[in-house]
């Protein structure tokens, strides 16, 4: 099967709502009245990203999911996306499920793919997302004030938490395993969420490498610090009621390293002020995600953690670094 062949018969569709799709030079978008386009990237490389037996549907789902969630964080809508795509060889049971998994994201959304790229090479997928938002209502990184609570999205740290047990550094049960490794492979992208952020956000970005790290470039465009409360953190893994945490099979320290540090969660992580809290639970509904308070924004810079007993606690989170 030839490049071109590949290309229609798994990666092209009609366009609906862009101007002109697959098959040209350029794709054509068209934005609505008043609104801003809002763009992405993001690119997943076999052996640093994902393991080479992912489930090729859930790896699909993944690579549009990654992107879905940093127009999520700033409160976008999705409009369309590229895909360039290098790939060994020609696998076309691979091809088949790799595309499922990436068009039933597509259409949940109502994001279509309108051109890209193909070539031989090592597994590396790339896509690049287009949203849209209205003029000037778009969430960033730079509002956070002092006395604005910080919250998170949905849960953290499971993951991470597949990651470990995958690369054999802990034995985890048959469910508990599985139900970690979905929001490793099939994250779920707030978009919902974040549009109803839209007025109530004072900044927001998605969490990819680790809460900290993550919460750390917020405060930095910001200009500010904040405190967190780590005995509420610590129950953000979703694994925290398994009875595997109840025997201690993940330890109190591991269950905040992979909260604080995990990674690949692809939550929200947003402030708001403390007279919002009331409209930030109604948006949470709204959207039918969970949100949690965990801390708030100070005026010092810097991230500090406090224990159950409001004493600092130390150590060490080091996010993901991807080139460490």
């Known amino acids: ?105 597509a259409d949940a959304h109502g994001c279509e793919l309108i051109g890209g790229d193909t070539t031989q090479g090592p597994l590396n997928i790339c896509i690049t997302v287009f949203g849209e938002v209205p003029r000037g209502q778009a969430l960033l990184r730079t509002g956070a004030r002092a006395g604005d609570d910080v919250y998170v999205s949905g849960t953290l740290g499971d993951a991470r938490l597949a990651l470990d047990a995958l690369r054999g550094r802990m034995a985890l049960p048959a469910e508990l395993l599985a139900q970690a490794r979905q929001r490793l492979e099939q994250p779920t992208p707030r978009i919902a969420l974040g549009q109803a952020l839209r007025g109530l956000a004072t900044a927001a970005l998605d969490i990819s490498d680790g809460l900290m790290g993550d919460l750390g470039h917020l405060l930095k465009a910001s200009g500010v610090g904040a405190t967190l409360d780590t005995s509420i953190a610590i129950d953000l893994l979703a694994s925290h009621t398994h009875p595997a945490c109840a025997k201690d099979l993940i330890s109190c320290k591991k269950r905040l390293e992979y909260v604080l540090a995990g990674g690949d969660d692809y939550e929200l992580a947003f402030t708001a002020p403390m007279s919002a809290r009331a409209a930030v639970q109604a948006a949470a509904r709204q959207a039918a995600t969970p949100v949690t308070r965990i801390g708030c924004i100070d005026a010092e810079p810097g991230l500090r953690l406090l224990d159950g007993q409001g004493k600092t606690l130390t150590g060490r989170f080091a996010s993901f670094d991807h080139f460490a």
């Open 1 to 105: 099967m030839g490049e071109f062949d590949l290309i229609a018969r798994y990666f092209t569709r009609p366009a609906k709502r862009a101007a002109l799709g697959v098959g040209d030079d350029c794709a054509l978008l068209q934005p609505a009245p008043g609104t801003q386009l809002a763009i992405s990237s993001d690119m997943l490389v076999e052996g640093r990203h994902f393991f080479a037996d992912v489930d090729p549907f859930s790896l699909g789902h993944k690579a549009l999911a990654v992107n879905l969630s940093d127009l999520a964080a700033c409160g976008a809508a999705p409009l369309a996306f590229t895909l360039a795509l290098a790939l060994p060889r020609v696998d076309e049971a691979w091809l088949e499920a790799f595309s499922r998994g990436l068009w039933a994201l």
